[in-house]
């Protein structure tokens, strides 16, 4: 089975493990996403796929679900892969935008781990909306 209904308990990782996952439960969001316009070329998908999970447009997205969506835990847990201690950045984002990407990855991941599908799904439907009527 591709996805195990047996996960680990997400309290037992580092900020920056739940983030190695939860960047990869994000781009899975959003290319599926994309897939879901229709058969589009490839070359367009990918450009639209690189612009939403940027670190910049990730910020711009957990900015808004912390002041809008986000009940109290999932702002602590947001904060706190935000706060952690990364060593690098890319080059074409802020540090600041990079440390709040790193907690939106943060979150997705602990939701994901955590078995928490429909509401990790609530809260990027509703980035992903906001970030497409921009």
């Known amino acids: 089975m591709l996805f195990s209904e047996k996960t680990p308990d997400p309290r037992q990782y580092s900020p920056l493990a739940l983030a190695y996952i939860g960047d990869t439960v994000f781009d899975l969001y959003v290319r599926t996403k994309i897939m879901e316009r229709g058969n589009l070329r490839v070359?367009?998908?990918?450009?639209?796929?690189?612009?939403?999970?940027?670190?910049?447009?990730?910020?711009?997205?957990?900015?808004?679900?912390?002041?809008?969506?986000?009940?109290?835990?999932?702002?602590?847990?947001?904060?706190?892969?935000?706060?952690?201690?990364?060593?690098?950045?890319p080059k074409g984002a802020s540090l600041a935008d990079y440390h709040m990407a790193t907690g939106l990855e943060t979150l997705v991941g602990f939701l994901y781990l955590d078995g928490r599908r429909q509401r990790l799904g609530e809260i990027l439907d509703r980035a992903y909306a906001n970030f497409n009527e921009e």
């Open 43 to 89: 070359t367009d998908m990918h450009r639209r796929a690189v612009s939403l999970v940027r670190a910049e447009s990730q910020a711009k997205m957990a900015r808004m679900l912390q002041e809008e969506v986000l009940d109290s835990e999932e702002v602590g847990i947001l904060k706190w892969g935000r706060n952690a201690k990364v060593n690098t950045h």
